[in-house]
């Protein structure tokens, strides 16, 4: 990073005034479970990393809700995220960053710093019906009404970000009207970045990762009043009947592709791998201690993934650990003594 200094202030950019110091800035509420990934047999021919040789390794996940408000809103319309990491059999870890959201908004650090001071929230503005129409007539998806109690959000700085900057336009407009899913495995989430693997015989390839609901993505009804509080509740009441699946899908890039743009999709007829499938079946008993205090990091890494030279992806590593120290959470184990200490 070229300003050592900006990890810093995009942590403090993502404070939201309803948020708590002693929570995530971001996807602040959110459940763990645990569970196990099995690798597929064509796996091991593409990636030399442990969790990808067919054997079961053990996961803990944190699924949460995107908002950095320390107030919950299950039913609201909002981005969705999936934290795994994947405990490996040396006694060290990686982990794999996801969101419902297919692309990220900024290609770059700073202007992700720009883009989140422009996000803040802010009072809410009723769209006039009139203004509905012309945002369709320009192609723009019109504001939607505030829910019951919400007074604040962040979406009219970010459409006017977006209108200003094109790079962000594509994954605006999708967070604005990206819905509630029914349950938080009935959602898919990517993980946006593009990493590089590396393959027995040395061949190194970029790809893109992507968890699938083997139930199926559903959403709840956009029309019906939203819930507050279901998702954790639904996910619960899933385990106990019986374990939710994901199937991990690898998109394989090709030259012309955005390597090192997460704002920019890949064609949709990229070559898929099916990579393994993530089985979970337990609520973390204590939520606090074996999750909420874990620290999940896109740059917790293993043998046969790195980073592409995606600027994000490799900023949002400092990020991670500053919004971790400054909540008093547990250190991310990239080392292996801290492996074995969590």
Same mark, same amino acid.
């Given at each position: 990073? *070229? ?233 619960? *009441? ?67 993934? *790195? ?36």
């Amino acid at each position: 990073m *070229e300003d050592p200094g900006i990890a810093e202030r995009l942590v403090d950019s993502l404070v939201r005034p309803d948020g708590s110091p002693k929570k995530r800035p971001v996807h602040t509420i959110g459940i763990g479970a645990t569970g196990s990934f099995l690798a597929s047999h064509v796996a091991r021919d593409y990636c030399i990393s442990k969790h990808f040789q067919g054997t079961e390794t053990p996961v803990t996940v944190r699924f949460s809700n995107g908002s950095g408000s320390a107030v919950q809103h299950d039913g609201w319309s909002d981005v969705r995220g999936m934290a795994t990491r994947f405990h490996l059999d040396d006694g060290t870890a990686t982990d794999l960053i996801a969101m419902t959201l297919p692309e990220f908004f900024t290609p770059t650090p700073e202007t992700f710093l720009d883009f989140a001071l422009a996000a803040k929230p802010a009072k809410f503005s009723r769209e006039s019906p009139w203004r509905k129409i012309l945002d369709m007539l320009k192609l723009t998806p019109p504001m939607r009404d505030p829910y019951p109690g919400e007074t604040v959000r962040p979406d009219e700085g970010a459409m006017r970000f977006a209108d200003r900057n094109g790079y962000a336009q594509l994954a605006v407009f999708q967070a604005a009207a990206i819905g509630a899913p029914a349950s938080y495995d009935r959602a898919s989430y990517h993980a946006v970045h593009t990493f590089v693997i590396t393959a027995p015989d040395g061949t190194r390839r970029w790809v893109r990762f992507t968890w699938q609901p083997i139930a199926g993505v559903l959403d709840t009804n956009p029309n019906a009043p939203p819930e507050d509080v279901y998702l954790q509740d639904k996910l619960r *009441e899933r385990l106990a009947l019986a374990p939710a699946r994901f199937s991990l899908m690898m998109s394989i890039g090709e030259i012309g592709d955005a390597f090192d743009d997460p704002t920019r999709p890949w064609p949709p007829h990229r070559v898929r791998v099916m990579m393994g499938t993530l089985t979970l079946d337990t609520v973390v008993k204590d939520q606090e201690a074996d999750c909420e205090r874990l620290s999940f990091n896109p740059g917790l890494l293993t043998d046969g993934i *790195e980073p592409s030279g995606d600027l994000v992806l490799r900023a949002r590593k400092d990020v991670y650990e500053i919004s971790s120290k400054r909540r008093g959470a547990v250190p991310c184990p990239f080392s292996r003594s801290q492996a074995n200490d969590e």
